[in-house]
């Protein structure tokens, strides 16, 4: 099988996070629940994962990082444990459903939303959401990268919007995070959500938020933390506020292996190569008759995501072809962005997506743009 | 059980307060390590880090430099 669905979840993880996983579910105790050494060795673990996710992330404290399912479990404790009826909050129409959601359910609840639009390549005019701010705003709440067409978001830019009315800035690094740099304190990002199974190439299950020191975020559960047993309430420091219940140590033990395996070979080695899988796949279906690609190629940077239809075929029916006569697998429909698709005109069709990781071969891309082309002469 | 000595023990708001803490010791070969807080501490869980009395100096100062937070520093026989 050709995988070219890494934007959904990165399939091929390094063999250390394998190791990593299957050594702690034989050693691992329950974090911070005792002093035995199979728990200090959860605790010690967890604790180290912080910091190389703090590092990762230009983070001031590992204490800032809190661990939770994934992206969507993060954005949800970010939005609703910070916004309160009455605020105004500004997102865009690139975001996933997992910042829409949320920010539709806190409209429910009187907080007030301004989607600004993008145009028709799925392009943000930055300065639409300076436009939007007014004297209720207390948040921006956009996505560094667009999973369907994957156009790259600048979030300093955004972030220096946000700073200058003095607004909480909250991102969701889904597509981004392992990929692209981040610096939170550059980028002026108050809370930074992250999943551990894209970029990042830990297992599900795990992400987090770095919310920025400071920053009070209401929790979103309570319940066992190990410590202060006797209060009644959740404990307020970081990062037990937002952690109840026994963390997935047995994940977050394969995530820190997958950021052993991200520091070694870097980020930006990582970066350059699913760009050059990416680019080399573009040029070779862009210009096939029949096939319309999706976003915006005038830039360098952008996520490692190629999007397209071939004529006016299902994009399920396109990505069922991929599969069953190449062995290929992309995702079709509507990737969980419903105004994304409205903004590109392919609510009905849905769009083909191809992403890419550095463990796929230009031998794969070639494959693939040799299917495109075989279906897009089928469609002649 | 071992008969108790006077110890310094050092309680925190959280796990990884604690773990923040062994981390630092270990690396500057502060000896000392984790054990439960003891009950004449607080009631209830949590991770404490004991200590020699004489090394309290050392400790205080470290925890000063590194920004690690501790929530009481207590002296109990432990």
Known sequence: MIYLDNAATTMHKPQCVIDAVTGAMGSMGNAGRGANEASLSASRIIYDTRERLCRLFGGSSPKQVAFTCNSTESLNIAIRGLLLPGDHVITTMLEHNSVLRPLYDMEKQGVALTIVKSDKKGLLDISKIEDAVCNRTRMIVCTNGSNLTGNYVDVEAVGRVAKAHGLLFVVDASQTAGVFPIDVEQMNIDVLCFTGHKGLLGPQGTGGLYVREGVSVRPFKCGGTGVQTYNRSQPKEMPTCLEAGTLNGHGIAGLHAALGYLEETGIDHIRAREQELMWKFYEGVKDIPGVTVYGDFSVKERCPIVTLNIGDYDSGEVSDALLTDYGISTRPGGHCAPLMHEALGTVDQGAVRFSFCHYNTDEEVQTAIRAVRELAQEDE | ?78
Do not use: N, Y
Not at chain 2, 18 to 40: D, F, H, L, N, S
């Open chain 2, 1 to 78: 059980m071992k008969k108790k000595e006077l110890k310094l023990v050092v309680t925190f708001h959280t796990t990884a307060d604690a773990m923040a803490m062994e981390k630092a010791c270990k690396e500057q070969a502060i000896p000392g390590r984790i054990i439960p807080v003891p009950r004449a501490i607080s009631a209830g869980c949590g991770l404490s880090w004991c200590a020699e009395l004489s090394d309290r100096e050392q400790i205080v100062a470290m925890m000063k430099k590194t920004g690690i937070e501790e929530e009481e520093i207590h002296e109990c026989m432990v």
